[in-house]
C-alpha cells in the first residue's frame, strides 16, 4: 500500500533491443510517477480503529463526513448505533475540529461526549468513540 508521502514508480515499457542488463530494470529519466498529494500542503491524518473488526478510516480532505448514509457521507460506517450523518472533521490552519452532527448515539472525544451539533478541536493521539466505537486520532 502506498501512502501520500510516498512517490510511487510505475515501469514504463522499453524496447526489445535495450543496452539494459537482462533482469535489471532502470527507470529511464523522466518516467517517474508521483503521487498527487503535497505532503508539505497538508499532512494525512486518519482514525485508527481500537476495535476488532472495525476498519481505519483515512481522512483526506476536508470537510469528511463519516455516518451511514451511503450517499452523503464521505465515509460509511454501516453499523445499526451510527447516524445517517454522524459527525464531520474539518482543517483549518492546521487545527483539527470533529462536531457532532446531532447523531443518535453520540461522539466522544479525548473522554468527552459531545453535545449535539457541538464541534471540538481534536489533536493526535486522542481518543474519538464513534457510537461507543473507539479510535485514536492520529
Known amino acids: 500500500m502506498v501512502f501520500a508521502d510516498e512517490q510511487v514508480h510505475a515501469p514504463v515499457p522499453q524496447d526489445t533491443e535495450s543496452s539494459q542488463t537482462p533482469g535489471k530494470y532502470e527507470e529511464p529519466e523522466g518516467a517517474n510517477t508521483v503521487l498527487l498529494y503535497d505532503k508539505e500542503k497538508k ?29 452523503l457521507v464521505d465515509f460509511v460506517m454501516a453499523q445499526d448505533t451510527v447516524s445517517r450523518l454522524h459527525l464531520r472533521i474539518d482543517e483549518k490552519d492546521g487545527v483539527y475540529q470533529i462536531t457532532d452532527l446531532n447523531s443518535t448515539n453520540g461522539t466522544g472525544v479525548a473522554g468527552r461526549i459531545l453535545e449535539n451539533n457541538e464541534s471540538t478541536e481534536v489533536h493526535p493521539g486522542d481518543e474519538v468513540t464513534v457510537a461507543g466505537m473507539r479510535f485514536k486520532f492520529g
Open 43 to 71: 499532512q494525512l491524518r486518519r482514525l485508527t480503529s481500537l476495535e476488532p473488526g472495525i476498519p481505519d478510516i483515512v481522512i483526506a480532505y476536508y470537510p469528511f463526513i463519516i455516518g451511514k448514509q451511503e450517499n
